[in-house]
């Protein structure tokens, strides 16, 4: 099956400093990718739409200017985490979707995640 | 988002038992019905995904049952093990869109 991969997995930081996550897509290309964000013992939330040389598209109450996403290539996208702070700590997730039967999009292979902790 | 309910929330089952998990959802729309596995520190995985033209899928000891008319798709894990232990999501979406509604999760604990 397709493969995603993120760096770095895990990540420290202080509170002010920025942040960077990449997402690849390893053997095929993603126009689109996502992000989430996941707290403990909850479900994956999704934050934006990354979109090959466009803007991303972000969900209700996502701070665009806080959570910069850039889709350099189309198997690269980085989601920035500027001047963090301890409640951005989580789990951050991407995914690329696959194009199935009838070349429409169905599943999504996801990242093993990195998890921030921001100090 | 659309609400997805997942039920149980924390399931707890016998090594060689049946386990089964529940999802329902309010958008009509949704055409693909997946269920993710995750294990602790990892991100999901597709396990087992269904098409609404059929109302049974069966992979291994994985079986996905779909009721339209319900707007309801349930997981079962037969003869569960230990390994299977991890947390499970319901994914509805409409092929094409792309978009993916997570359920609210399950975690499943299967014990020797």
């Known amino acids: 099956g397709a493969v995603v991969s993120q760096h770095p997995s895990w990540v420290i930081c202080k509170s002010g400093t920025s942040v960077k996550i990449e997402c690849r897509s390893l053997?095929?290309?993603?126009?689109?990718m996502f992000w989430y964000r996941q707290f403990p013992k909850q479900s994956l939330m999704l934050m934006a739409t990354?979109?090959?040389?466009?803007?991303?598209?972000?969900e209700q109450g996502v701070e665009k200017d806080k959570f910069l996403i850039n889709h350099a290539s189309l198997t690269l996208s980085t989601l920035t985490v500027t001047s963090a702070h301890p409640e951005d700590s989580s789990f951050y997730i991407c995914?690329?979707?696959?194009?199935?039967?009838?070349?429409?999009?169905?599943?999504?292979?996801f990242g093993p995640g990195t998890r921030l902790l921001v100090l | 988002q659309q609400q997805v309910k997942q039920s149980p929330q924390s399931l707890i089952v016998q090594k060689g038992g049946i386990s089964i998990i529940n999802c329902a959802y309010e958008?009509?729309?949704?055409?693909?019905f997946p269920w993710y596995q995750q294990f602790p520190g990892k991100g999901p995985a597709l396990l087992i995904a269904?098409?609404?033209?059929?109302s049974e899928k069966k992979e291994g000891r994985f079986t996905i049952s779909f009721n339209k008319s319900a707007k309801q798709f349930s997981l079962h894990i037969m003869d569960s093990q230990p390994g299977d232990s991890a947390t499970y999501f319901c994914?509805?979406?409409?092929?094409?869109?792309?978009?993916?509604?997570f359920g609210t999760g399950t975690k499943l604990q299967v014990i020797p």
């Open positions: 995914s690329a979707p696959s194009r199935g039967a009838g070349n429409t999009l169905e599943t999504q292979y």
């Open positions: 053997d095929f290309q993603a126009t689109t």
């Open positions: 990354s979109n090959e040389g466009s803007k991303a598209t972000y």
């Open positions: 958008n009509t729309a949704f055409d693909y």
């Open positions: 269904i098409r609404p033209d059929v």
């Open positions: 994914a509805p979406m409409v092929r094409g869109y792309q978009k993916v509604t």
